[in-house]
């Protein structure tokens, strides 16, 4: 929950004119991404969730490259965020946690 809660703020982030706050908020989101990536996803998950992990990382590269619009990354970056909490939740759901613990 926590991770769906912070990657929502993706939204806000799209609409902020300011170029250095954008850069600031996204490069604090891929520090997140890659904070749960080495903390939890790694440990916990295995395999599942590795690449879709990574494409958030990379579009959340992408987006603070860029100086113009990112509304079409934002789009691509709710997507591959909803794919990554569906297979972490499924991964839950038929194996959970560490063995069924």
């Known amino acids: 929950m926590e991770l769906q ?3 929502f703020k993706i939204i806000v982030i799209g609409t902020d004119d300011n170029i250095n706050n954008r850069k600031q908020h996204l490069a ?12 939890y996803l790694n440990v916990l998950f ?25 509304r079409g990354d934002i789009n691509t970056f709710i997507r591959r965020r909803d794919i990554l909490l ?5 991964d839950i759901k038929n194996n959970g946690l560490h063995n069924g613990q």
């Open 46 to 70: 295995s395999d599942t969730g590795q690449n879709e992990i990574q494409e958030l990382i990379t579009i959340t590269i992408t987006m603070k490259d860029k100086d113009g619009d990112i």
């Open 28 to 39: 604090s989101i891929q520090a997140l991404l890659l904070s749960f990536k080495n903390a």
């Open 86 to 90: 569906n297979v972490l939740l499924n």
């Open 5 to 7: 809660r912070n990657l």
